[in-house]
């Protein structure tokens, strides 16, 4: 609504790979038509499903006020801007390597990510406001996956080859 107000033609909203749920061990990338499922039940959820029914709420808008409203669902990233101390895997093994005695893998370590420099994901959301298609959701993130125990791995190697890695 404030982007209406202002007379905005153009609006993009940076959503989540979230919305698509668990991801399907057979699928190597989440394309952009997967629906997926998400249990509305589970309190871990509640980001998902915000970001799901955020995107509902464009695609309501668009009709409603005719602005090109694009949608950008944002996978891993990383970048100098990320948080050494937060919720983000890469993040926490960096300030591992840095500082930590030992790099640790909450988890098991097989799960799967694809991580972009936050370069290109400026990028590729400046593309996507600019050239997307209105009522259109873009996946945004790397095609190179890699496993969490890999990440951890690379991160050793690069930042403090003497240190453990423990799941």
């Known amino acids: 609504k404030l982007a209406a107000s202002l007379d905005a033609k153009k609006f993009l909203f940076t ?5 698509y749920g668990q991801q399907p061990t057979y699928l190597k990338q989440m394309p952009e038509n997967y629906v997926g499922t998400i249990d509305q039940m589970c309190d871990a959820n509640s980001y998902a499903l915000g970001k799901k029914l955020a995107e509902h ?3 309501l808008h668009q009709k409603q006020i005719g602005m090109s409203i694009t949608i950008a669902r944002c996978f891993a990233f990383v970048g100098q801007d990320l948080p050494k101390n937060a919720h983000f895997a890469i993040g926490n093994f960096i300030r591992d390597a840095l500082e930590k005695e030992r790099i640790t ?10 991580y972009m420099d936050q370069r290109d994901l400026s990028k590729w959301l400046f593309s996507i406001l600019n050239f997307g298609r209105p ?18 791995t690379l991160i050793r190697d690069t930042l403090a080859p003497d240190k453990e890695i423990v799941i």
Request: hydrophobic share 35%.
């Open 105 to 114: 893998i909450l988890g098991d370590g097989r799960s799967i990510r694809s």
């Open 135 to 152: 009522g259109q959701a873009y996946n945004v993130g790397s095609d190179k996956p890699v496993t969490i125990f890999e990440l951890a």
């Open 15 to 19: 959503s989540s790979g979230a919305v």
């Open 57 to 59: 709420l464009c695609k």
